[in-house]
């Protein structure tokens, strides 16, 4: 048997093989590793960012750390190893599908488009689509910022919701799109865009840790409400159901809430700044209806 048909047999043999550990079920995985990667989010304050110290920290964050907690009982690797990796709206789902990291906690949208991708928990927040601005920039509604050059981050449901609208609606806005939030706000700030489109509560969150908080504003109609949730693998029901039901637990028992109250209605890191952003009332909703309902 010459060479190349040797290694062709090999790789036909390993294949399977191959295929079985890349879908392999999410606990599986961990048990037998012994270590969860968990991703998170540089900029998407208050959910997942770093922290003073360069540590990932935040809501969504704290929660997938209650999950990693089920997670090490439920494969009974009290030895378990906690790995974080920073990701970004560009790459997290693949990331994700390929399995260096086994859960997203970062201010993801859930939707019907990404559904087909991967799977989402229970829904743990909802926000609308808005604009960061220069203080004293009057936008009041997208139309208002029609032949203007405005921002939002590559890879997000806002990115396409504006170019969509910008279409539709002939404003001829230049539409820019930068690699992280960080990056779009500085836009801002530093002239090279008048406007940041972004969900709502993350503008927020960069005002308030920006060097000049009263520089900004958040203004605008929300141009969408839609959903967040925690991230994994498709076709994981095992998973799927622990992290649902950690979730369910936590919005069940109060935790839930004191844990909104922490990262958005008290003073945060970096600056301790209070965002003052009370509970919607989809969220609301969501802490009895416990849906995991996508985004049209």
């Known amino acids: ?17 191959l295929a079985t550990a890349q879908t392999a079920p999410t606990l599986d995985k961990i048990k037998q590793s012994g270590t969860m990667t ?53 790459n997290r789902i693949p990331l994700l599908q390929n399995g260096t990291t086994d859960i997203e906690c970062g201010s993801t949208t859930n939707n019907s488009e990404r559904g087909k991708q ?45 170019r969509r609208i910008n279409e539709e609606q002939k404003l001829g806005i230049d539409l820019l799109g930068a690699k992280d939030h960080a990056e779009s706000a500085l836009m801002v700030e530093s002239g090279r865009a008048v406007a940041f489109g972004m969900d709502d509560i993350l503008l927020y969150g960069l005002k308030a840790s920006s060097l000049n908080p009263a520089s900004l504003a958040v203004v605008g109609e929300p141009i969408q409400v839609e959903p967040y949730a925690i ?41 301790g700044i209070n965002l003052n952003a009370p509970m919607s009332k989809e969220l609301q909703d969501n802490l009895k209806l416990l849906s995991d309902k996508p985004a049209t």
């Not at 704290?62 to 009974?76: H, L, S, Y």
């Not at 743990?124 to 604009?131: A, D, E």
């Open 1 to 17: 048997m010459t060479h190349p048909i040797l290694r062709l047999c090999l790789l036909a043999l390993a294949a399977p093989l």
């Open 118 to 162: 991967v799977q989402f928990a229970i829904n743990y927040f909802y926000t609308g689509t808005r604009f960061l601005v220069k203080a004293g920039t009057n936008v009041g509604k997208i139309s208002d910022l029609a032949g203007k050059t405005v921002v939002s981050t590559t890879g997000t449901t806002n990115y396409q919701i504006i």
């Open 231 to 271: 991230m994994i693998r498709k076709d994981d029901p095992a998973f799927k159901k622990l992290v649902d039901d950690t979730i369910a637990a936590m919005m069940k028992s109060g935790e839930f809430e004191a844990l909104y109250k922490k990262w958005f209605q008290s003073p945060i890191p970096p600056k």
């Open 38 to 90: 968990l991703s998170y989010r540089e900029s998407s304050i208050p959910f997942s960012f770093l922290d003073d110290k360069a540590q990932p920290t935040g809501f969504a964050y704290e929660i997938c750390e209650k999950i990693a907690d089920k997670v090490k009982a439920a494969t009974g690797r009290a030895d378990m190893k906690r790995q974080y990796q920073a990701v970004t709206s560009a």
